[in-house]
């Protein structure tokens, strides 16, 4: 949910670069704030579970690679 104000700046921003939809503007925005943060986007063919927030375990790597 968005506030008056921050949609009026999102449809702001928007028409000022000719975007297709609101949907186009926000997916534009939220690429750009990952970038900004060094995220990189996900490569073709990429599983979530590539994306994990633990390190994987030592032990698991091991057992798989053996």
């Known amino acids: ?9 999102l449809e ?3 028409f000022e670069r000719r975007m297709p939809s609101r949907a186009a503007a926000v997916r534009e925005l939220l690429r750009r704030g990952l970038a900004a ?3 990189l986007p996900a490569k073709p063919g990429a ?3 590539d994306y994990g927030v633990l390190e994987p375990d030592i032990q698991t790597e091991e057992k798989d690679a053996g």
């Open 1 to 9: 949910m968005l506030t008056a104000e921050e949609l009026a700046a």
């Open 47 to 49: 599983k979530s579970g």
């Open 37 to 39: 943060e060094g995220k």
């Open 12 to 14: 702001d921003w928007r």
